[in-house]
């Protein structure tokens, strides 16, 4: 078998007719930026958060970078960032001209809550970028109010976090603003790059719409200079249609994710990924702890045709990009000591049943030989 770690092909074929009738649509119409369904998607994605406002723009690290700046993100201020995520959600803080401070991992791979908690109250960070791991959400509720108190802003990326919920909430109750991703790996995926940032925030929205169009509020007075970060028209039709599946997808993810749950209970080197109280897991990704084994594993796998991935390694802080931030960073031990177990396994809603099972009997097999 070839399991490959994304099958846009397949989904492709899935919805193949209704795609093509979207896309066909705007060619139809002619509006490819700012169009109607730019418009459509954003009133959908902010009664979806129940944020008053959506913005969309034209990637997830551009959503981030804008909303520093929205925030009023000044030269050189410190920006706390977990040292367990995609780059950009550290990059972003040096487009905007501020610094990270890497903050280490708890054993869900969350921020460590304590060391923020502490940084806020010695009000040596300016604001937060506050990363939703893998598929569910951090708790932000006190983190938020102590911010509040102390005049730190709080950023939310939730580029891997639509469909997951907290306590019932989905992303963006506790923070200033929420940034979401389109990629293509991302659940709900363009044909390409695509963002958002959402906001009860009227202030912070407006930015955000002057910084993804020159600085302007379609009045063609440049107030500020702005950038050039549009989601087209046509993927925001793609995204319209592919969020009626949200549920469904999820749904389906959820399901291959017990299956391994239930596939893997037993061994020992393998540590589950666990579910956080008050979570609905969307798992985007399925991440196991495997101890001493990980790269044996990978590479038995791999020989059996199973595509795996690492989120993330290196961590962010031994990123070459981020050397010279290097200098005012506390020990990273947890996250230095997981980051060679983590693995990614294939989890996607058009895995087949028997693809699964042919995944959980080649990882068991690896065990029973080794
Ligand atoms: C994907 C991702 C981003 C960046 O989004 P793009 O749309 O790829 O620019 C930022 N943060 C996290 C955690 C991500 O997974």
Redesign the pocket.
Known sequence: MNIPFMRLDRQFKMYKDSMIKATERVFEHGRVLQGPEVKTLEHELSSMFCLKNAATVG????A?IYSLKACGIQPKAKIAVTSL??V??ASCIVHAGGIPVFIDVDDNFMTRQDILMDLIQKRSIDGIIA?H?YGQMMDLEEIYREAQKNGIFVIE?A??CLGSTRYGNPPGKYSDAT?I???P??VIGAYG???AVLTDNQDINEKIIKSRYHGHLGNRVYEEVGFNSQLATVQAAIILLKLKYLDEWQNRRTAIANSYFEAFQYIDSITLPNIMKGNVHNFHKYVLRIKDKRDAMTQYLRNKGIATSIHYSPPLHQQPCFNKYMSIQAPLTHVESIVPELLSLPIYPELKDEEVTYICDSLISFFNLS
């Open positions: 990637s997830g690290t551009d981030l995520s995609f950009a959600s990363v791991l990326d580029a891997q940034c991703s389109f990629d790996t991302k790059s695509g963002g």
